[in-house]
């Protein structure tokens, strides 16, 4: 009998997605936590310009619309911070603002030069294309995501639970927090290759969310976050193996159905242990 795992393009597809949710799901473990989810959401969308005007220049270059969107989502990020530093408007109004521009102004561009067809590669990824150059960006932002992750922990970890402490002992509150948004920026970029702008968020978000009814302690949480992006990445692909289903939103959904389970079942704030009977202390 014929399996996925026969196919090139396949293990081509699952070692991308295996990337992707090592090196983007401990980051959406820290935008749950600091209660920025919406944010990956937001800059998502916000790195769209950059890319389309990556194609405009080279076509589907790699190297032009990774660059175009790492440009676009710091160009986003500092114009967020500036406004919300200049005037009354909060963050997350001001993110929403630009991001829909983005997201506006991407789409526009994309029109120009391209069909309906590279449109779509653009916003929802075409992960059963991955070739050498996407695996080897893949790989690469893994590595630089967790290396950078080792580096920062701890400051990182105090900046969650308490950012107003950390700034009072220590000058790593701001480095600490540019660097994070540039791992965001850095891990949507290269998810797109795969999943898509629009799809690329959800591998940096529902494994987290998830994992969050789980443990009640980061690490853990992190490490788990992880293997359930695996585990959506395997099933989103077989799926679409089996019923010729698109690619990423079958491994989005896969994503989605974890969630779903863990909030129904999660010991860590689950909706049906919350109901069960507690332990009786024996004395």
């Not at 196919?7 to 959406?28: D, K, W």
């Not at 589907?60 to 710091?74: C, N, P, Y």
């Not at 893949?138 to 402490?165: G, K, M, Q, Y």
Request: net charge positive; proline share 4%; hydrophobic share 60%.
């Amino acid at each position: 009998m014929t399996s996925f795992f026969d196919y090139i393009f396949m293990q081509r597809a699952l070692l991308g997605c295996a990337a992707i949710s090592i090196s983007a799901a401990p980051v959406g473990c820290f935008l749950t936590l600091r209660r920025m989810s919406l944010m990956g959401d937001a800059m998502s969308h916000a790195i769209l310009p950059g890319v389309a005007v990556g194609f405009l220049v080279s076509g589907l270059s790699l190297g032009a619309m990774t660059l175009g969107g790492i440009v676009a989502g710091f160009a986003v990020a500092a114009l967020t911070g500036a406004v919300t530093r200049l005037t009354a408007q909060r963050e997350d109004a001001s993110l929403a603002a630009f991001y829909l521009i983005s997201l506006a102004l991407g789409v526009l561009l994309v029109s120009l030069k391209g069909s309906n067809i590279d449109l779509m590669h653009i916003l929802f990824g075409t992960v059963l294309a991955l070739d050498d150059a996407a695996l080897v960006l893949l790989c690469l932002t893994a590595t630089i995501s967790l290396t950078t992750l080792a580096v920062i922990w701890r400051p990182l970890v105090l900046e969650c639970v308490d950012p107003t402490f950390l700034r009072s002992v220590s000058r790593w509150s701001g480095p600490v927090h540019f660097i994070f948004l540039a791992l965001v920026v850095l891990n949507l970029v290269a998810g797109f290759q795969a999943l898509g702008t629009l799809m690329s968020v959800g591998m940096m978000i529902l494994p987290g969310l998830a994992a969050r009814f789980w443990c009640h302690t980061l690490g853990p949480m992190a490490a788990l976050s992880v293997v359930f992006g695996l585990v959506a990445s395997v099933g989103g692909l077989v799926l679409s193996f089996v019923w010729a289903l698109p690619s990423g939103p079958a491994i989005t959904l896969s994503a989605g159905g974890i969630y779903l389970a863990s909030l129904l079942l999660g010991r860590a704030g689950g909706i049906v242990p919350r109901f069960l009977p507690g332990k009786h202390i024996h004395q």
